[in-house]
């Protein structure tokens, strides 16, 4: 598939309305860009500064008229002239096949090198560190790893205690430690796992609010795939209370008031529904994730239910499992009113808003979650069609069983420090 760039050379006054008028016009993306090698230094709180000569470049799937898109933003724009464009052809071209093309060695000062592995060392004799971009953040590209790098090719840290503080790749350490420096660290700029904590704490807080009680089967696992039949946004916030990892969920929600920034900030990975890009990009990020040993969500249904059936599961979201033969753990939940019926405001459903859904939640009975995680599965030997088809018959059979205590019985007390209790027995 190819994509049409329409391309215009402005100012920085002009640039902000220009891209909201190529936005209402349907552009997919608008990106800003120095036109003239300006460099801009690091502003003030608050303030955003757009270089003096700026280029405004609007992405356009192939197919639209463009001739009737320059005349509807020349009229809005009317009475000023259109500044100079012009447009072009970005044919649809493999992200990581390019970049293996144009990335090449990188020296730094007189003896230090970096190799992607598709290369040959230039000079055998220096000190050469194979390290393949794209794996990591701190391949010496960014301006301050490039500085960093040519300060301990000059300065030999020998017998020196060296700290990689950041969050890449420990491009530095590896570095230091060639000169045979004293000791070399990498400490990470964030603690992942203090920050995975606040967010539970969080996300357990939303439960709290809205008087959420999880009641937990099963044991579940950190490290692999995790597949949930979908009723509600709530699905996020009571999964990320009993586990730990990261979602994929649909892009509308990282635009919501509050639940939007928690999930973005806890490892989210957000999909465009029914683009097909957008769906191969997030397959990456999920193969990388499961690769590095991390877990993931997803709802495979594509879309939420009001709990008393299971669509399809959609195969394609299970590659990334296959690609890394990751276990995958299927996980069914359903939601219940005091009485144990099924919860008659939980399901988020149809063209319902977040903001009415969460008013009529805090107004509605309290809610009982049951979440039951069934033995995880090994993604070896399977296809993507007969993981999905495998673990929808679980997920299915496992809702068809009674998930908690018979029907009228007293909803135990549960500890709001711990949010769970343990589940009755199946």
Not at 30 to 46: C, H, R, S
Not at 132 to 146: E, I
Request: charged share 20%.
């Amino acid at each position: 598939m190819s994509w049409l760039q329409l391309i215009f050379e402005t100012d920085a006054d002009s640039a902000p309305s220009l891209s909201d008028l190529l936005s209402e016009a349907g552009a997919l993306a608008v990106t800003l860009e120095d036109d003239a090698d300006q460099p801009l230094y690091e502003p003030p709180p608050g303030a955003t500064p757009l270089w003096q000569a700026t280029r405004v470049v609007a992405l356009f799937e192939q197919g639209h008229d463009m001739n009737a898109i320059l005349a509807a933003v020349a009229a809005a724009w009317a009475p000023r002239e259109l500044p100079a464009w012009r447009l072009e052809e970005l044919e649809d071209r493999e992200w990581s096949r390019e970049w293996m093309d144009t990335f090449r060695p990188m020296r730094f000062g007189e003896r230090l090198w970096i190799v992607p592995s598709w290369s040959e060392a230039p000079a055998a004799e220096a000190v050469n560190i194979l390290l393949d971009p794209g794996l990591a953040f701190g391949t010496g590209t960014h301006p301050t790893t490039r500085l960093c790098l040519e300060w301990l090719a000059k300065n030999n840290p020998a017998a020196a205690r060296v700290v990689d503080y950041g969050c890449g790749s420990g491009v530095l350490a590896i570095a230091a430690a060639f000169p045979m420096a004293l000791t070399c660290f990498r400490r990470p700029r964030v603690d992942s796992r203090l920050q995975q904590r606040l967010f539970r704490w969080w996300l357990k807080g939303v439960c709290r609010i809205l008087r959420v009680r999880v009641t937990m089967h099963g044991s579940p696992q950190h490290d692999c795939l995790i597949v949930a039949n979908h009723v509600s946004w709530l699905d996020i916030p009571v999964l990320a209370s009993v586990w730990h990892g990261g979602f994929l969920a649909k892009e509308e929600v990282g635009d919501w008031p509050v639940m939007g920034w928690l999930v973005r900030h806890a490892g989210t990975v957000l999909i465009r529904r029914g683009c097909a890009a957008s769906l191969g990009r997030a397959i990456d990020r999920l193969t990388e994730r499961l690769r590095q040993g991390g877990g993931i969500c997803m709802f495979p249904e594509g879309t939420t239910t009001d709990g008393r059936h299971l669509r399809r599961f959609q195969p394609r979201l299970f590659e990334a499992a296959i690609r890394v033969e990751a276990r995958v753990q299927p996980v069914a939940l359903r939601y219940f009113d005091a009485e144990g019926r099924l919860h008659p405001v939980a399901p988020f459903i149809g063209d319902d808003d977040f903001v009415s859904h969460l008013i009529r939640l805090l107004r509605g009975p309290a809610l009982r979650v049951d979440l039951v995680f069934l033995p995880p599965l090994s993604a070896q030997g399977h296809a993507a069609r007969s993981l999905a088809e495998l673990t929808h018959g679980q997920v299915s059979e496992a809702l068809a069983r009674r998930l908690c205590c018979a029907a009228g019985e007293a909803v135990p007390q549960i500890d709001d420090a711990a949010l769970i209790e343990p589940g009755c027995a199946l």
